[in-house]
């Protein structure tokens, strides 16, 4: 079965802060790894998608792997409260041509 | 472009009675995926289509659960009889692709097993 933890929180940060959220995956295989962000209420949107190993930055986002961990995480800079949410973490095992999602953690950002 | 379109938004149902959705997936998107999540879970794949073939089904209750995308574009989800721990959302993706990679989900129905 293979299978994507992360910690379910709540992960609570002070606006203006760092945070940094984290998974780790079973499959050796995976090639794919991507941070869906989730509203209350709403569907999942993808915010971050990354391949290799190392670091990959998109604005107030960035993405970090490392295969030889099995550990892939999201940092958010200069958090918002409007960045308060569940963020998923996926993951495409080797082989397959489908998503594994995590449970999710949520973030909380208070002013 | 129109997003993935989902119907309904809302349903409460009894236990042992039947339900289905609805999904339109984004235009020109060759694959569709039906994901359920309970509250407090990450989405779990049901199925997934590529146009109108199943390419995945095997965490699809098949006793219950059945899904079809005839002429490979909207698709239907039918749940008959349900039980109580069917409730939860249930998410449509598409993507363009035969690639998992970039998915855009639908807004979900929410379903309510009494």
């Known amino acids: 079965q293979k299978e994507v933890e992360q910690n379910s929180g709540p992960l609570s940060v002070p606006e203006g802060a760092i945070a940094s959220l984290n998974c780790t995956y079973s499959?050796?295989?995976?090639?794919?790894f991507f941070w869906y962000r989730q509203y209350s209420g709403k569907s999942p949107e993808l915010i971050m998608s990354i391949y290799s190993n190392g670091d990959k930055e998109d604005g107030r986002f960035t993405a970090q792997l490392n295969k030889a961990s099995q550990y892939v995480s999201l940092l958010i800079r200069d958090s918002q409260p409007s960045d308060s949410a569940t963020y998923l973490c996926?993951?495409?095992?080797?082989?397959?041509?489908?998503?594994?999602f995590g449970a999710g953690t949520r973030l909380a950002v208070h002013p | 472009e129109a997003g993935v379109a989902q119907s309904p938004r809302y349903k409460i149902i009894e236990k042992r009675q039947s339900v289905a959705f609805w999904c339109n997936p984004i235009?020109?998107?060759?694959?569709l995926y039906w994901y359920q999540q309970i509250l407090g879970q990450g989405p779990k794949l049901l199925i997934q289509f590529q146009n109108n073939g199943v390419v995945d089904d095997s965490q699809l209750p098949k006793d219950r659960f059945s899904a079809e995308r005839l002429k490979g574009v909207d698709s239907t989800l039918k749940i008959q009889p349900a039980k109580l721990e069917d409730s939860a959302v249930y998410l449509c993706?598409?993507?363009?692709?035969?690639?998992?990679?970039?998915?855009?989900f639908g807004p979900g129905t929410r379903l309510t097993v009494l």
């Open positions: 993706a598409s993507s363009l692709a035969d690639s998992a990679d970039t998915q855009y």
């Open positions: 499959d050796r295989g995976s090639q794919s």
């Open positions: 996926a993951v495409r095992p080797g082989g397959y041509n489908k998503l594994i």
């Open positions: 235009s020109g998107h060759a694959t």
